[in-house]
C-alpha cells in the first residue's frame, strides 16, 4: 500500500449454508482493493466458514505459492480480516481484537448472507519500502 491510511474494509458474502461466494477486502478511503493479486478469494470461494476459519496462514502461502514479502503481507492482511469477520459472525470464542475489527452490518437478503466488517489500521506498521528502492 503506497500510502499511510490503511482503514479498510472487508465484505463477505456467504449463501444460505454458510459457504464463501465472495469476499471484497479493499480500503475504506479510496476502495483500492488490498490484496487480491494473492489468489485467496478464488481458493476459499466454496469453502465452509468452519473450513475457513481453520486456514492456517503458513500453509496458505506454500498452498498459493507466495514468495514475495509483499504478497505474504497482503496475504495476511485478507486472511486476518476474513477470519475475524467470520469469527465475529459466528460468535466464536477466539479472542479478536474488536478495536481493530468492528462488524458494520450483517444483511440477510434472499438465500445469502453480507457481513460488513471495517478494519483499522494496526498499532504497529511494516516498514514501507517506495518502489524506486525495490528490488525485483
Known amino acids: 500500500m503506497p500510502c499511510k491510511d490503511t482503514t479498510s474494509q472487508i465484505t463477505v458474502i456467504l449463501d444460505d449454508n454458510d459457504c464463501l461466494i465472495s469476499f471484497d477486502y479493499s480500503k475504506l478511503t479510496c476502495q483500492k482493493t488490498v490484496g487480491g493479486g494473492t489468489?485467496?478469494?478464488?481458493?476459499?470461494?466454496?469453502?465452509?466458514?468452519?473450513?475457513?476459519?481453520?486456514?492456517?496462514f503458513s500453509d496458505l502461502v506454500d498452498s498459493l505459492e507466495l514468495t514475495g514479502s509483499e504478497e505474504q503481507f497482503l496475504l495476511y492482511l485478507e486472511w486476518d480480516a476474513l477470519e475475524?469477520?467470520?469469527?465475529q459472525y459466528h460468535?466464536?470464542?477466539?479472542?479478536?481484537d474488536t478495536n481493530r475489527y468492528q462488524i458494520a452490518t450483517i444483511a440477510y437478503e434472499g438465500n445469502q448472507v453480507e457481513i460488513q466488517q471495517l478494519v483499522a489500521s494496526p498499532e504497529e506498521m511494516p516498514k514501507l519500502i517506495p518502489c524506486r528502492k525495490r528490488v525485483p
Do not use: N, Y
Request: charged content about 25%.
Open 39 to 56: 489468489g485467496f478469494e478464488v481458493f476459499c470461494r466454496g469453502k465452509s466458514v468452519l473450513a475457513l476459519t481453520q486456514l492456517e
Open 84 to 87: 475475524a469477520a467470520l469469527d
Open 91 to 96: 460468535g466464536s470464542q477466539r479472542e479478536i
